[in-house]
Each structure stands twice: as structure tokens, then as C-alpha cells.
């Protein structure tokens, strides 16, 4: 038996190598509750229908004391009639993030990599380093997946290239041909995993090439999560869609009960009340572009936004202004931003599209410290 240098257990080094995903604030530095706009949360909260199902009162026989159904078939059927797919295809999770995870697992290991672009999900990163695998890091452009810089840096040894579509943290977006052209240009033997944890806030004519892409190929894994449009982060369900091969792969090594008899009740309430989601898309949309506008007026004192799909806005400082300096006055108005040095956008804030007053709040937060800092110029 091998024993350890300091004589008790001892992770693995790939272990070691991992920073832990760190989720966005919701207090300050005092301990003072702040308006979260840090996790892109749905600020209109979740439909009514989930909320009723999650308030039931629940007899013990069918409560808590039994587990939930492990292959959560009324859900399955349910995204598969509202999405036109196989729901022999779709397995679910909890989260997205757990499918993320099990993708990875299930098809790399030690000696493999793992494609992503730089300033993507943080979870790629550790996703792969859990496994042995190693992480690849390639460079965008204007904080975009840039596609022919993906497709250099596939090798022999690459076997899962992760694309967030839109992407997290920067918001944004390639177009269905580019998508398209991405995964054409991989080995058949390569895992594509189109992240689509953002994808009801597209247009609807652009929320099907991921699953188009997977129902027509064995090597493309789309993953959807419940925890954004549909506002329901606290359940933690998520969902993914492949070919037989690949979902098969993720059921043998899924938790046996990884999505709750709660979760699930209230995601099949969610998917039945799609006016929910069609309201929340409208209300991002709007606010965002009231948002963005607001932001690009603070463009003489070297503030922008990064043009983004999704419900959130990565705004950059680079004038008097700089990004800590703004967070601490946000946090001082009483709102949670996102900070982002450790992904390599120290001069960013992340900053969730919440309700139309605390986007407002934000934007006159910022043009008083322009104000303060810059003399009052325009």
C-alpha cells in the first residue's frame, strides 16, 4: 500500500488544481443585504404555476419520505413535446452544471483536453481538471467564440469543446451558420457541448440549431437549465438532449435521484406556462437596450457595453472609471454586481438586467461617479 507523504488522505493533484467556482454576492463587505443583480437571476421571479406546485401541501406517502422518480419522465416528455424532440433523448440533472460535469466524465480523462473559449463558463475549467483532463484556454475575439481559433486548437488528444451560447459572462453570441461551421469542422470523434443555459432569451427563430445539430449528429450534447428564464435557481433542474450513445453515458454515471420530486413538479409547471417565459424574454429585452443605452451615453468617460444576448451585460471600464472603483459605489447603493479579475476581466463588471427601477438605480449610480470622478463632463 502506498502510503502518503503526510500520512493521511490526500486529494489527487488534478484536485488541487481547481479554484472553486465562486457564485455571485448577495451582501456586502458589512454583512448589509444587497438588490443581487450578480447571479443572473430572473428578476420577475418564477411563473405562478411553479410556485404552486412548490407551496403543495404533500401527504407523507407521495412527500419527503419517497424518493423522487429517478428518470424524470413527465418532465422529459414534457420538453420534449414543447421542443419537438426524442424524450428518449433527454436526460436531466441537477442543473445544468452536474450534465456539464458529466459530459466531461463520461468522455475524457487523464492524457485527454478539453476545448473552451477564454472568458467562457468558469465551470469548463474545473470540469475538466476533476477528471485529469486537461483544460484548453483559447483566445476570442471581442469577448466572442472565435471558431477558427477553436478548430486550430482541436488535437488528437481533444475530446470535448464547450461553446456557451450565448456565452457567460460576456453575453455573447454566434449565429447559427457559425455553429454550424464549428461543428463541421471537428473530428466525429469530438464531443461538441453547445451550453445553452441562456437560450430562451434568443429570438425563438434562433433557439433550435443546437438541437438540430443534436438530433442530427452522435457527437453534439445541448444543455438547458431551469435556473434562468424560468426562474427557478433554487431547485437546481437542468436538461440535456443527444444522441442515444451520449445520454446513455450520462445515465449510467448521474446521481439516482439527482432532480427532487419538487424540482420536478415545479419544471413541469414552468414548461405548461410559457407566457411566463415569453413575459420574462420581453422584459429582458426591453430593459436590457434601455440599459445599454444608458450605458453607452458614459462612453467620454471610457465606460461600454459589451453588445449581449442574454440577461445580463458585461460593461468595461477603461477611462477614469475603473471596475472596483464602480463596484464598491454599486455595492454602497445597495446593489450586488459581478466582478470578474479571477476570469481574466478585471477591468469588467457583470451586471444582471433586474426590474426597470433598479436598472435605473444602476445606470445613475454610475453616471454620479462619471460625474464625481470626471468633473461633470459629458
Known amino acids: 500500500m502506498t502510503k502518503t507523504a503526510t500520512g493521511r488522505p490526500e486529494p489527487k493533484p488534478y484536485i488541487l488544481g481547481i479554484h472553486a467556482y465562486v457564485?455571485?454576492?448577495?451582501?456586502g463587505k458589512d454583512g448589509k443585504p444587497l438588490v443581487k443583480l450578480s447571479a443572473n437571476e430572473n428578476p420577475l421571479g418564477s411563473s405562478i404555476a411553479a410556485m404552486e406546485q412548490l407551496e403543495a401541501p404533500?401527504?407523507?406517502?407521495?412527500?419527503?419520505?419517497?424518493?423522487?422518480?429517478?428518470?424524470?419522465k413527465e418532465l422529459r416528455a414534457a420538453l420534449a413535446k414543447l421542443h419537438q424532440l426524442d424524450e428518449a433523448r433527454i436526460v436531466c440533472?441537477?442543473?445544468?452544471?452536474?450534465?456539464?460535469?458529466?459530459?466531461?466524465?463520461a468522455?475524457?480523462?487523464?492524457?485527454?483536453?478539453?476545448?473552451?473559449?477564454?472568458?467562457?463558463?468558469?465551470?469548463?475549467?474545473?470540469?475538466a481538471r476533476r477528471c485529469a483532463a486537461t483544460p484548453v484556454e483559447v483566445d476570442d475575439r471581442d469577448f466572442t467564440a472565435d471558431v477558427d481559433a477553436l478548430l486550430a486548437s482541436v488535437t488528437e488528444r481533444t475530446r470535448v469543446v464547450f461553446l456557451a451560447n450565448p456565452n457567460n459572462p460576456t453575453g455573447t453570441w454566434i449565429a447559427p451558420e457559425e455553429v454550424e461551421r464549428l461543428h463541421a469542422g471537428l473530428p466525429k470523434d469530438v464531443l461538441l457541448v453547445i451550453d445553452e443555459a441562456y437560450g430562451e432569451y434568443l429570438a425563438p427563430e434562433f433557439q433550435v440549431i443546437g438541437f438540430d445539430l443534436a438530433d442530427a449528429h452522435d457527437n453534439v450534447l445541448v444543455t438547458r437549465t431551469f435556473s434562468k428564464i424560468y426562474g427557478l435557481a433554487a431547485e437546481r433542474i437542468g436538461w440535456a438532449t443527444g444522441a442515444p450513445h451520449i445520454i446513455d453515458?450520462?445515465?449510467?454515471?448521474?446521481?439516482?435521484?439527482?432532480?427532487?420530486?419538487?424540482?420536478?413538479?415545479?419544471?413541469l409547471a414552468s414548461v405548461d406556462d410559457q407566457d411566463f417565459v415569453r413575459m420574462s424574454r420581453e422584459h429582458n429585452t426591453a430593459e436590457r437596450a434601455r440599459f445599454v443605452e444608458a450605458i453607452t451615453a458614459l462612453g467620454n468617460h471610457g465606460i461600454c457595453a459589451v453588445p449581449s444576448e442574454a440577461n445580463f451585460v458585461l460593461v468595461r471600464f477603461e477611462g477614469e472609471v475603473q471596475a472596483e472603483t464602480a463596484l464598491n459605489a454599486l455595492g454602497e447603493a445597495g446593489y450586488a454586481v459581478r466582478h470578474l479579475p479571477s476570469q481574466g476581466l478585471p477591468d469588467c463588471l457583470r451586471i444582471t438586467i433586474g426590474k426597470s427601477e433598479?436598472?435605473?438605480?444602476?445606470?445613475?449610480?454610475?453616471?454620479?461617479?462619471c460625474d464625481d470622478l470626471g468633473g461633470g463632463r459629458a
Open 358 to 369: 433598479d436598472m435605473d438605480a444602476v445606470a445613475a449610480c454610475l453616471r454620479a461617479l
Open 93 to 105: 440533472g441537477t442543473g445544468s452544471d452536474e450534465l456539464l460535469n458529466l459530459a466531461v466524465q
Open 249 to 267: 453515458a450520462l445515465n449510467r454515471i448521474r446521481g439516482p435521484f439527482n432532480v427532487t420530486t419538487s424540482g420536478q413538479k415545479a419544471a
Open 58 to 72: 404533500r401527504g407523507f406517502s407521495t412527500g419527503a419520505a419517497a424518493y423522487p422518480d429517478p428518470d424524470s
Open 23 to 27: 457564485p455571485g454576492k448577495s451582501s
Open 107 to 127: 468522455f475524457a480523462g487523464a492524457g485527454d483536453e478539453v476545448v473552451f473559449s477564454r472568458h467562457s463558463f468558469a465551470v469548463y475549467d474545473i470540469a
